[in-house]
């Protein structure tokens, strides 16, 4: 009976945030039924934002939408709410997600969790009393097909001895200088970080699931648009950093490599584009969303050729489909295969999942917070800068 109706664990949400991403995750649960054999199903029941305009939306287009707040804490006491996504400014963000803990509903968030590191070290404190509840950090892009077999291959053991992994996350969205200020050009609501805490996650979601920790960095920080229009007629300066360049040395208990990750806002040519790139001494193979059907490999034994084989990849991700294996696997998709992921391991457990690749975890995203805090040193001094804490 598993993925029927009558078996399926219903689990009700509550969507604190109704912006861009919000309205992203909302809109994966009208597709649930293109999973197929799973036994949990997100309902969402609750919508809530500051902003009372912003949730309009979820009350015209998902039917389920039973309470509509302004005040989070007003859906945390709702208790027909069993879990949470949670997607509002980095600022917000310890405040929010201890509530959201203390009041015992599961947590899906966005990165960074927490503004910075102390912000981060007081969310797992709070996560340490209450055991029982699930938090998890939104990383959608290992969820592409092409990324799952590259994890494949990393967990076999097939790239022999690592010579060095490049991984990164662009996009471009921030090279117009006329598009106005928001709140992640502010320290006061983004933080120090700058496009670190924004979206370096998603770039060492991957390398420190495979054990590949940072030791030490060198940062190159860079602000490309110093200011932008303030909305007002006037411009305002933009404090926080647009691009990252983390050159990292790794050292795990047989090896030690170089790692560089990059974080760019503005990457001229590039939507939104994350990949990984691994280069070893009996295989090497790389991952783009820019091609996301595409995987290139290069295998090599002593003696023999040096040639690159780039493969489509099927349709097959985490969790399986209704979709047929030729078509393209896109960014919804991997919204959908992180909230399904999610969504297994609150019904069923960590050790009960239908599959075992579980969305980042909030340990995860101290290691985050601890590379990122040694970069902005890093930056500042012009030295390679250990890795505390990570």
Known sequence: ???????????????????????????AAARWCHL???????RIIAACDANASATSWFEQAVPSVKYVYTDYKDLLENPEVDAVYCAVPHHLHERIYIDIIRAGKHLLGEKPFGIDQEANRQIL???????????????????FP??????????????????????????????????PINWKRRIATNGEYGCMGDLGLHVL?????????????????SKVVEERPDGNGGMAPCETWDNAILACDVRTADQSFPMVLSTKRIAPGHANTWFIRIQGTKLSAEFSTKNPKQVASLPYEPGGSQAWHVADVPYQSAYGTITGGIFEFG?????????????????????GMLQ?????????????????TAALESHATGQTVNVIGG
């Open 1 to 27: 009976m598993a993925g029927t109706e009558a078996a399926r664990k219903i689990i009700r949400f509550g969507v604190i945030g109704c912006g861009l991403m919000g309205k992203e995750f909302a809109s």
């Open 36 to 42: 197929s054999d799973v036994n949990f199903e997100p």
């Open 125 to 143: 404190s709070e996560m340490k009393a209450r055991p029982d509840v699930i938090v998890r950090s939104s990383s959608e892009f290992p969820f």
């Open 146 to 179: 092409g990324a799952m077999q590259i994890t494949k291959w990393v967990n076999e053991g097939r790239f022999g001895r690592i010579i060095e992994v490049e991984a990164g996350f662009w996009h471009s969205s921030d090279l117009d200088p006329r598009k």
């Open 205 to 221: 979601h991957l390398p420190m699931r495979y054990g590949w920790h940072p030791r030490n960095v060198r940062a190159l920080l």
């Open 331 to 351: 960014f919804s998709d991997s919204i959908l295969q992180m909230w399904a992921a999610f969504c297994d391991e609150v019904a069923n457990g960590k050790d």
């Open 356 to 372: 075992p690749f579980h969305c980042a975890t909030p340990e995860e995203a101290a290691g985050s917070h601890a590379l990122f």
